[in-house]
């Protein structure tokens, strides 16, 4: 075995993903309206730990929406601009949740109020929690339950 047949060995396989986690993930993504399920998660992702709520990608795409839109507050034509190109992104999303003929696994993770800890066990940010998206497939192990800021 050659140094890069190795090295290609040792690749994490995305077809090893948690199916747990993905099933968490779906329970979140439920399409029903009158469902809103948010769950306490902490990852260890790349040697750090990312902590928040999981919650469906509806939520996740208006959460990130709006704080994005916040920062152009100054600008109503663009932010106008940028809320249309989102919305079409979220209609293709959906339509998508809802082809009853192909069985999706949720290949992304949405957090809300997102944080990652340092060793040492600082938070960052410090000052408040981040709306995250990552691939689920990159997550090491998981835990029930958010970290919570110590101050």
Sequence with gaps: ?????????????????DCLLQLLV?????????VNL?????????????????????????????DFTDTL????????????????????YEQKLNMPTVELQPQYIH????????????PIPANRGVWWRGRICEVGGFSLGSLSVSG
């Design 111 to 122: 957090l809300k109020g997102a944080r990652f800890f340092n060793t040492v066990g600082n």
């Design 1 to 17: 075995m050659t140094e890069e047949t190795k090295s290609i060995d040792s690749l994490p396989n995305p077809a090893q993903t």
């Design 38 to 66: 948010e769950i306490g998660v902490t990852l260890q992702v790349s040697g750090m730990l990312v902590s928040g709520d999981l919650v469906s990608a509806d939520v996740y795409l208006e959460g990130f929406i709006s």
């Design 73 to 92: 507050e100054n600008n109503p034509e663009v932010t106008k601009s940028i809320e249309r190109g989102f919305s079409r992104l979220h209609e293709v």
């Design 26 to 34: 779906s329970l979140v993504n439920n399409p029903n309206p009158e």
